[in-house]
């Protein structure tokens, strides 16, 4: 079992630079492909990055060469660093992950574990 809590959203204007944190609890968090979803109002549950224990890293096409994510499995963390910020950018942001190495995974029934969500907010 993981239980994931997200922190570090906020408001901020278009152009600006937002940085996410996802902090984990449980066993074997090294061996989980961790990843990123985003929901606007009205709209389904999207994914935006993920990176399996391997380091490597996938992203959605609207947010690559603007989102970074990384991980420490050291302390637990996934983050996530969002630059060049757009209004579209604006949405809930979760947390996930999934068990074992699953690389370049994208749709959220792949995933086994979720936060609560943080809310990203991008003014023009």
């Known amino acids: 079992q993981v239980q994931l809590v997200e922190s570090g959203g906020g408001l901020v204007q278009a152009g600006g630079s937002l940085s996410l944190s996802c902090s984990a609890s449980?066993?074997?968090?090294?061996?989980?492909?961790l990843g990123w979803f985003r929901q606007a109002p009205g709209k389904a549950r999207e994914f935006v990055a993920s990176?399996?224990?391997?380091?490597?890293?996938y992203y959605e096409d609207s947010v690559k060469g603007r989102f970074t994510i990384s991980r420490d499995n050291a302390e637990n963390m996934v983050y996530l660093q969002m630059n060049s910020l757009k209004p579209e950018d604006t949405a809930v942001y979760y947390c996930a992950a999934a068990r074992g190495l699953r690389p370049g995974i994208r749709t959220t029934n792949t995933f086994n574990y979720w936060g609560q969500g943080t809310q990203v907010t991008v003014s023009s």
């Open positions: 990176i399996p224990w391997s380091g490597a890293t």
């Open positions: 449980g066993r074997a968090f090294s061996t989980y492909t």
